[in-house]
């Protein structure tokens, strides 16, 4: 694995955890309001916070995987998925409860 791969795995890394703190701190955005007229939950300041947290999730779900392609690690593979896993189940059955109100 090269530099410019590492180079781009961390700028992935670092574009989605700006990404997702940007929704998290500014919940009154244009993206949210575009997703209330799509999705059944039309609070704008809750999807904020669901795509927030999924976009730090998966930036999450990256660092085992940038551990897999550099140290040649299997193990970080699970690792990576079960990060994933963690923040995106919760997020899935809290989204649902919100529907449901």
Same mark, same amino acid.
């Given at each position: 694995?090269?530099?410019?791969?590492?180079?781009?795995?961390?700028?992935?890394?670092?574009?989605l955890s700006?990404?997702?703190?940007?929704?998290?701190?500014?919940?009154?955005?244009?993206? !949210?309001?575009? $997703? *209330? +007229?799509?999705?059944?939950?039309?609070?704008?300041?809750?999807? %904020? @916070?669901?795509?927030?947290? /999924?976009l730090l999730?998966?930036?999450?779900?990256?660092? !085992?995987?940038? $551990? *897999? +392609?550099?140290?040649?690690?299997?193990?970080?593979?699970?690792? %990576? @998925?079960?990060?994933?896993? /963690?923040?995106?189940?919760?997020?899935?059955?809290?989204?649902?409860?919100?529907?449901? +109100?």
């Amino acid at each position: 694995m090269d530099e410019n791969e590492i180079f781009r795995t961390v700028l992935i890394i670092l574009a989605l955890s700006f990404g997702g703190g940007y929704l998290l701190v500014n919940r009154e955005d244009a993206l !949210p309001e575009a $997703f *209330t +007229k799509t999705k059944a939950l039309k609070d704008p300041r809750k999807i %904020s @916070l669901i795509l927030g947290l /999924g976009l730090l999730g998966i930036a999450a779900a990256c660092v !085992p995987f940038l $551990f *897999t +392609k550099y140290l040649g690690a299997e193990w970080a593979t699970v690792l %990576s @998925l079960l990060i994933l896993a /963690g923040f995106l189940v919760p997020l899935t059955i809290y989204e649902r409860r919100e529907i449901k +109100k």
